[in-house]
C-alpha cells in the first residue's frame, strides 16, 4: 500500500516515448513542476499532452515543448507561450483545441469509465463541423484538420458527442497526500489535478506534505488513493504566477 517513490526520477522512469500524459494545473497554479523537470532529464520525446494549457515559456509544460519533447497536445488555452506559437504555426506541433468545460468533462468520462457524451458546447462551430486546423505545414498551409462529430437532438436541441479521454499516465500536484496516495488539492489548485488523476491508467503525484495514513480527514480528501498509483514528497518550491497586477 506504500505508494511512496524514492524520487521523482524513479517515479517517471518508464515513460516511454510517444507516451500520453495528463498534466494537471490552470495557467501555473498546481501545475506538476517537479515531475515535469524529471520528466525533462528523462528525455522521453514525441510526448502527446492534455492539459488546459501548455505553460508558459521556460516554465510548466513549457520547458518540455521548447526541448522539442511535445509531439500532440491537447487543451484549451494556449495564448501565454510564444514558443508554442511559434511551433504550431510551423508545422512542428499538433495542436487539439477544446472548449475548457468539453475537455473538463471528457477527462472526467474518462476516469469514471464513461466511453462518450452529448454536450451543446460547440454545436454549430468547427468544434461540431470540422476543420479546426491541428497541423500547419511548413508553409503554412493547413495539413491536419479535425474531422466532423455526430451530433443528435434531444428535446429539440442539437448536441455534439464528444469522446473521452484516458491517457497512459497523468501528473498532477496536491498539498497534501498519504503513503496510500490519497490527496488533498489546495483552494483553486483543484482546477484540474483531480479530472487529470482519474483520467490517468497511471497516476504520479507530487505532495508538498507527505502525511502518514489516517492523517487526512477522509471528508476532505479530494483524489481516494485508488485512483493514484505513485506517490512524490516535494516540498514547496518556486511558485510563479504569469501576469503580476498591482494597483497604483
Same mark, same amino acid.
Given at each position: 500500500?506504500?505508494?511512496?517513490?524514492?524520487?521523482?526520477?524513479?517515479?517517471?522512469?518508464?515513460?516511454?516515448?510517444?507516451?500520453?500524459?495528463?498534466?494537471?494545473?490552470?495557467?501555473?497554479?498546481?501545475?506538476?513542476?517537479?515531475?515535469?523537470?524529471?520528466? @525533462?532529464?528523462?528525455?522521453?520525446?514525441?510526448? %502527446?499532452?492534455? #492539459?488546459?494549457?501548455? /505553460?508558459?515559456?521556460?516554465? /510548466?509544460?513549457?520547458?518540455?515543448?521548447?526541448?522539442?519533447?511535445?509531439?500532440?497536445?491537447?487543451?484549451?488555452?494556449?495564448?501565454?507561450?510564444? $514558443? =508554442?506559437?511559434?511551433? =504550431?504555426?510551423?508545422? !512542428?506541433? $499538433?495542436?487539439?483545441?477544446?472548449?475548457?468545460? *468539453?475537455?473538463?468533462?471528457?477527462?472526467?468520462?474518462?476516469?469514471?469509465?464513461?466511453?462518450?457524451?452529448? *454536450?451543446?458546447?460547440?454545436? /454549430?462551430?468547427?468544434?461540431?463541423?470540422?476543420?479546426?486546423? %491541428?497541423?500547419?505545414?511548413?508553409?503554412? $498551409?493547413?495539413?491536419?484538420? #479535425?474531422?466532423?462529430?455526430? *451530433?443528435?437532438?434531444?428535446?429539440? &436541441?442539437?448536441?455534439?458527442?464528444?469522446?473521452?479521454?484516458?491517457?497512459? =499516465?497523468? @501528473?498532477?500536484?496536491?498539498?497534501?497526500?498519504? &503513503?496510500?496516495?490519497?490527496?488533498?488539492?489546495? $483552494? #483553486?489548485?483543484?482546477?484540474?489535478?483531480?479530472?487529470?488523476?482519474?483520467?490517468? &491508467?497511471?497516476? %504520479?503525484?507530487?505532495? !508538498?506534505?507527505?502525511?502518514?495514513?489516517?492523517? @487526512?480527514?477522509?471528508?476532505?480528501?479530494? *483524489?481516494?488513493? %485508488? =485512483?493514484?498509483?505513485?506517490?512524490?514528497?516535494?516540498? @514547496?518550491?518556486?511558485?510563479?504566477? !504569469?501576469?503580476?497586477?498591482? #494597483?497604483?
Amino acid at each position: 500500500m506504500d505508494k511512496v517513490m524514492a524520487s521523482a526520477q524513479d517515479a517517471v522512469s518508464d515513460v516511454r516515448d510517444g507516451a500520453s500524459l495528463c498534466v494537471g494545473g490552470f495557467g501555473l497554479c498546481g501545475i506538476p513542476t517537479t515531475l515535469i523537470e524529471a520528466l @525533462l532529464r528523462h528525455g522521453a520525446t514525441q510526448l %502527446i499532452t492534455v #492539459s488546459n494549457n501548455c /505553460g508558459v515559456d521556460g516554465w /510548466g509544460l513549457g520547458v518540455l515543448l521548447a526541448a522539442g519533447r511535445i509531439r500532440r497536445t491537447t487543451g484549451s488555452y494556449v495564448g501565454e507561450n510564444k $514558443e =508554442f506559437e511559434r511551433q =504550431f504555426m510551423s508545422g !512542428e506541433l $499538433e495542436v487539439e483545441l477544446v472548449p475548457q468545460g *468539453t475537455l473538463a468533462e471528457r477527462l472526467r468520462a474518462g476516469g469514471a469509465g464513461i466511453a462518450a457524451f452529448y *454536450t451543446p458546447a460547440g454545436v /454549430g462551430t468547427q468544434v461540431a463541423e470540422g476543420g479546426l486546423p %491541428i497541423r500547419y505545414g511548413p508553409g503554412g $498551409e493547413v495539413v491536419m484538420s #479535425s474531422a466532423a462529430k455526430e *451530433t443528435r437532438e434531444f428535446d429539440g &436541441r442539437t448536441y455534439v458527442l464528444e469522446s473521452a479521454i484516458r491517457t497512459d =499516465f497523468a @501528473l498532477v500536484h496536491a498539498r497534501y497526500g498519504d &503513503r496510500h496516495g490519497n490527496l488533498v488539492y489546495e $483552494e #483553486s489548485a483543484q482546477n484540474f489535478n483531480p479530472l487529470c488523476a482519474g483520467a490517468g &491508467r497511471v497516476t %504520479i503525484a507530487e505532495v !508538498e506534505e507527505l502525511v502518514e495514513p489516517g492523517d @487526512l480527514d477522509p471528508a476532505r480528501v479530494h *483524489t481516494p488513493g %485508488i =485512483f493514484v498509483q505513485r506517490v512524490v514528497h516535494a516540498p @514547496l518550491g518556486e511558485k510563479r504566477i !504569469e501576469k503580476r497586477t498591482v #494597483s497604483s
